[in-house]
């Protein structure tokens, strides 16, 4: 049955029965989304969920040239054949990247292990991403077609795949977040800075015969604590360099051990600097990882962090 | 034992603990005693000679200690009562002369004030 | 056992194997002394077992439980007055149990007369022109040192050399020995000789032609209060007369009787019984005073012969504290008078007495410490007021621990280290601070108008050891079997590190008494 038009009344039923958001009318959101539906990857959240086809042209609508003469279905068209699959969106998403796999599956590809590091977004946030309920092994074949389409060779890579793939990259990406590598200057020094609890310490360390001054003070005067001493050159004593280096330290903030054992992180980096393969040493020595326990907080009601007040009856 | 201003100490006392054993000497004037006659603050009184101990009796015995002192003390009370004022009578009824409360803690008050007052 | 014990709540004072014999009774009974007490245990450790089910009822005028203190075990007798302070102050120079190390070399003559050669060596070349003698510190140039290393002593650097028998009496005698320098580890006392400990007794031995005044200063344990000893000891061996102030704190604190000195202008004070007991100690520490006689004439309070020995008048004065101090005064001018062997006055805790004292004037003032009759004695030979007529030293060493601040002196002290090392710019006086004391700069000789001619007091900064002494000092310890570690390179450079670059009494404390 063909009509050329409709009642209002059908009209805006019409209208409601596929608008998601039956409140949103002709919003221009709406038909930005509607217009770049084509284009999958362009925005990170999409609101094509529950939209069938395109929105009709009525006549008042257009600018009433082409709605005369236009032929209008009454039985619509799904826009996508996947609208009546379980989840259309994820499975658009993934019959489209396999369309880019198989388009470009003649280019050169790099191996496993030299292909650019990428976090893809976990399954919480593509679930967020297309409102559907993705099983992880379905998202996991997104993620094994992505990860067959990272291979390929970058200088090759054509415009669309990146474009593909920067909708699947994490907003974030963990593994550009490379620590800066410590120089040793033209004096010989290297200069590093180590933290713990409360305290910070700068920490320059040369080569030398084993002085240690700690904010100017020899080690003995800085910590009376002869534990604390160990701890603050534990790294050149764990790696058997103590007579071999000098440090300068600048400590601030927090008490005796924290300055102590941020002296030891900050001594452990800058002694890496000088000489990287002990690495492996240091980090069983434990002069490398950065200890995050702090204070914890008080809480209201307690009266310390966990304490509770006693128990009273009545 | 030794004799000071009519009292016999132990030998082995320390000559700023008997001083102060005085009514009216307390550290201060024990130590303004014991620099007077150059005397260090861990002297015993054994180790003083006769000379210096005759000395110190000379010194006590011209400042108001002991009974002069308690006298001088009655007196004064005995001048707030005959006046009549508040103070006198507060010292005559034992009770604090002051203005401290008196619904607590008037132990000492209640000890010490009276007309004939001991110490 | 033990649980029942916990029930019933009585500690097994008892060792368990006495417990265990303590159930059969009748062995109890053959044990004499603690017969009866085995039994109570009996008793006790029987009855909770009977009324356990029914210990949480309350019976009237049941008695609660109530835990007796017993009564603190009586042993012996309570310690008779002084006798704790003579345990607490009692110096142990042997020790038996540790090893005799063998081919150590003893500060004797031979020694000392080898750092003699030093500098007469390092004097004459000077004048050649080869070596250089600092001026500042009188250290020998290190370029030249090594030919004639041997031969100067310099070779012993680094070592542990002994103590004679001698020396070591008289040490004592002038309380040389403290109960914190660990003296009671080893076999036999013995001295690390230091590259300091061998440019002072170099010091020393020229100041036999002239005067030295110095004031050793230094960090916290970094060894001034032996160096003052070596000095001592070095001053023993070569026949001087030490007189030596032990603790000056004794001084001033105002433990002892003082009394003022009459027609003195201000008023000084003299202590007599600290003055008698100085001299006693005088007496003892310095033998050859008994083979010199009186050459002067004094006017004394006591008939006095004419012709007694210098160490029978020093009797006399320990023997009464009236006489005391016009004694030591008679004694000093002997001591000054022509022939005499040069002198060599000591003090530790110099902070002590650069402020005023705890004793208190007629108008109850504080006396200044230069006002008591003894240290002004000592300050006018410091400042330089007065000379040695004999040659010989004045020695003070500062102190780190229960010191008191006295901030012009370390204000001097500082000035003066940072002159000697030619430094541009000399800290200045904070001109908010309220506490400096001129007559302080005075006896430093130092100050404005009243700066004495003799100039400043040298100064000696300690620092921590080399690392070649510490290697010695550490293999000492090794042999005489205190230090059970090999001593290697690694370990004395770890020990080195974590004593704050080598200060002596931190290394100590590392490798000696923290063991672990």
């Known amino acids: 049955m063909k009509v050329a038009w409709l009642p209002v009344s059908i009209r805006e039923g019409l209208r409601c029965a596929y608008s998601p958001r039956p409140t949103v009318f002709n919003s221009p959101m709406r038909r930005c989304v509607l217009s770049t539906s084509s284009n999958q990857f362009s925005t990170s959240t999409r609101l094509r969920a529950g939209i069938a086809a395109p929105e009709i042209q009525f006549k008042e609508e257009g600018d009433g040239r082409d709605g005369e003469g236009k032929i209008f279905y009454a039985r619509l068209l799904p826009e996508s054949p996947s609208y009546f699959t379980a989840q259309p969106a994820f499975t658009d998403d993934l019959l489209a990247l396999q369309d880019l796999v198989r388009k470009y599956s003649r280019l050169p590809v790099v191996k496993p292990s030299e292909a650019p590091r990428v976090a893809w977004r976990s399954l919480a946030e593509y679930r967020n991403m297309v409102g559907e309920s993705v099983k992880a092994s379905k998202y996991h074949k997104v993620v094994e077609v992505l990860r067959r389409l990272n291979l390929i060779h970058p200088s090759l890579i054509p415009h669309d795949v990146t474009k593909a793939l920067n909708e699947y990259k994490r907003d974030v990406n963990p593994f550009q977040n490379v620590p800066k590598i410590i120089p040793v200057d033209e004096f010989g020094r290297a200069c590093a800075i180590g933290r713990r609890k409360t305290s910070s310490a700068k920490v320059y360390v040369v080569e030398g015969n084993g002085e240690v001054l700690v904010n100017g003070k020899t080690l003995a005067e800085a910590f009376g604590r002869i534990h604390d001493r160990e701890s603050a050159i534990w790294a050149l004593k764990a790696t058997d360099r103590i007579d071999k280096y000098n440090v300068f330290a600048l400590t601030r903030g927090g008490g005796t051990t924290g300055q102590a054992e941020a002296v030891t992180l900050a001594v452990g980096k800058a002694l890496l600097a000088h000489e990287p393969a002990l690495k492996p040493a240091l980090r069983r020595a434990g002069c490398i990882t950065r200890d995050p326990r702090r204070v914890e907080r008080k809480k209201p009601g307690h009266v310390k962090a966990r304490k509770m007040p006693a128990w009273v009856k009545r | 034992m030794v004799f000071i201003l009519g009292n016999n100490f132990l030998e082995n006392r320390l000559l700023r603990h008997c001083l102060e054993t005085f009514y009216g000497i307390g550290t201060k004037h024990s130590t303004r005693i014991l620099a007077k006659f150059s005397i260090y603050p861990g002297a015993r009184v054994g180790q003083l000679p006769t000379k210096t101990i005759n000395e110190i009796t000379a010194e006590l015995s011209t400042m108001t200690i002991e009974t002069d002192l308690r006298r001088k003390m009655r007196d004064n009370i005995q001048r707030l009562r005959d006046m009549g004022s508040y103070r006198g009578r507060r010292h005559a009824m034992g009770l604090p002369v002051r203005g401290q409360r008196t619904r607590s803690q008037i132990l000492t008050a209640r000890k010490l004030n009276k007309i004939e007052r001991h110490g | 056992m033990a649980t029942n014990c916990i029930r019933c709540l009585a500690r097994p004072s008892l060792p368990p194997s006495f417990l265990v014999n303590a159930s059969s009774s009748l062995r109890i009974q053959s044990l004499p002394s603690t017969a009866s007490m085995g039994k109570r245990y009996a008793s006790k450790l029987n009855r909770p077992t009977t009324n356990g089910p029914r210990k949480n009822e309350k019976v009237k005028g049941q008695k609660t439980l109530r835990i007796k203190k017993k009564p603190p075990p009586k042993t012996g007798k309570p310690p008779q007055p002084g006798e704790r302070k003579a345990m607490r102050k009692r110096i142990v120079l042997s020790n038996t149990n540790a090893l005799e190390v063998p081919g150590m070399r003893e500060l004797d003559k031979g020694l000392v007369g080898e750092w003699e050669m030093g500098i007469r060596d390092a004097r004459r070349q000077a004048e050649e022109g080869h070596w250089v003698l600092e001026g500042a510190l009188g250290m020998v140039a290190k370029e030249g040192a090594k030919e004639g290393e041997a031969k100067n002593g310099e070779g012993v650097i680094g070592q542990v050399v002994a103590l004679q028998g001698q020396t070591v009496d008289s040490l004592r005698a002038v309380e040389a020995f403290k109960t914190t320098q660990g003296w009671g580890f080893f076999r036999r006392p013995g001295l690390l000789i230091r590259e300091e400990s061998v440019m002072l007794s170099r010091k020393l031995i020229q100041a036999e032609q002239g005067n030295l005044r110095l004031v050793i200063d230094g960090e916290r344990g970094t060894g001034k209060s032996l160096l003052l000893l070596h000095a001592m000891a070095t001053a023993f061996v070569r026949g001087w007369i ?159 621990s229960h010191a008191p601040t006295s901030k012009s002196m370390e204000l001097v002290l500082k000035q003066l280290v940072e002159l000697q090392k030619g430094e541009e710019e000399i800290t200045e006086k904070d001109p908010f601070e309220k506490s400096y004391d001129d007559r302080v700069e005075w006896a430093l000789g130092v100050g404005s108008e009243k700066a004495t001619k003799a100039g400043p007091v040298e100064v000696l900064k300690l620092k921590g050891l080399s690392k070649k002494e510490a290697r010695g000092l550490m293999e000492y310890w090794a042999k005489s079997g205190v230090l059970r570690k090999k001593v290697d390179e690694k370990e004395v450079a770890e020990k080195w590190a974590l004593a704050g670059n080598g200060v002596v009494a931190e290394i100590e404390r590392g490798a000696l008494r923290m063991r672990i």
Not at chain 3, 264 to 292: C, E, G, H, V
């Open chain 3, 242 to 400: 030490v007189i030596n102030i032990p603790e000056a704190q004794e001084v001033t604190n105002a433990m002892n009787d003082y009394a003022p000195l009459p027609n003195t202008n201000p008023t000084l004070f003299t202590q007599p019984t600290y003055t008698a007991t100085l001299l006693s100690r005088i007496n003892k520490a310095n033998p050859i005073l008994a083979d010199m006689e009186i050459s002067l004439t004094h006017s004394l309070p006591i008939p006095i012969q004419s012709n007694i020995s210098l160490s029978r008048l020093c009797e006399l004065g320990a023997r009464d504290p009236d006489v005391a101090w016009p004694i030591f005064q008679a004694f000093w001018a002997e001591l000054m008078a022509e022939g005499m062997p040069p002198v060599l006055l000591s003090l530790d805790g110099l902070s002590n007495i650069m402020r005023e004292s705890m004793y208190l004037a007629p108008d109850t003032s504080k006396v200044h410490a230069h006002d008591l009759a003894l240290i002004d004695h000592f300050v006018n030979y410091l400042s330089g007021k007065r000379r040695l007529e004999n040659g010989g030293a004045v020695l003070a060493a500062a102190s780190r």
